[in-house]
């Protein structure tokens, strides 16, 4: 099984690109989106100046368990840059949900709790909501950090997410406007890895 099918058979139809959106990427964004790939892995990411954007994370099943998801999250800790990624929300009935943010509470992720992030699927014509974690390697203050994640969300967004999305997709995702928010100080979400930090 190729590293495309691998991702495809893993990830929700509505958090899948094509793969002609993913291979451009590779190719006309050689040096920003990357591919690490290994016999039970595939993890793809966006290198930018300022941070570090994990596209897809994939350990195949037989393999997890062995540390393999935090050496690769380790590798990228190692480029001392932010580190931010997108999660859907939490679904008690799913345990993957629960073991994936079980992962990132225990990698020391924080939940970007003033970011609102809803766009629809090309693929379903859904909205999904889906949350923001995030790693930085210096907290000068939660304030200063989730503002500069929601810069670099809204970048990744118009860099990797929606880059030639006519070509692909025949017509166009919503703009960058409609799609985050950035909520004040009192009205920030609860945070989603607080049930998850006990156990991590």
């Known amino acids: 099984m190729n590293w495309y099918d691998k991702l495809n058979e893993y990830f929700p139809v509505e958090e899948m690109k094509s793969k002609d959106h993913m291979e451009t990427l590779l190719q006309e964004k050689d040096g920003v989106y990357g591919k690490d790939e290994g016999p039970c892995h595939v993890l793809m990411y966006a290198e930018f100046d300022e941070f570090l954007f994990v596209d897809y994370l994939f350990v195949s099943s037989k393999s997890r368990g062995q540390g393999l998801g935090g050496k690769l999250i380790e590798k990228l800790k190692a480029k001392n840059k932010p580190i931010i990624l997108e999660v859907e929300p939490v679904d008690y009935e799913d345990t993957d949900t629960a073991k994936r943010l079980t992962f990132y509470a225990r990698n020391g992720f924080s939940h970007a709790r003033r970011i609102g992030y809803s766009r629809r699927s090309l693929a379903t014509g859904e909205k999904t909501d889906l949350e923001i974690l995030y ?10 950090v989730e503002q500069a994640i929601y810069d670099h969300m809204r970048k990744t967004y118009e860099e990797i997410h929606t880059y030639k999305d006519e070509d692909f997709y025949g017509e166009s995702y919503e703009h960058t406007d409609d799609v985050f928010d950035f909520h004040t100080e009192e009205s920030r979400k609860e945070d989603i890895l607080e049930p998850f930090t006990a156990s991590a």
């Open 135 to 144: 790693w930085a390697p210096d907290h000068e203050g939660e304030k200063s």
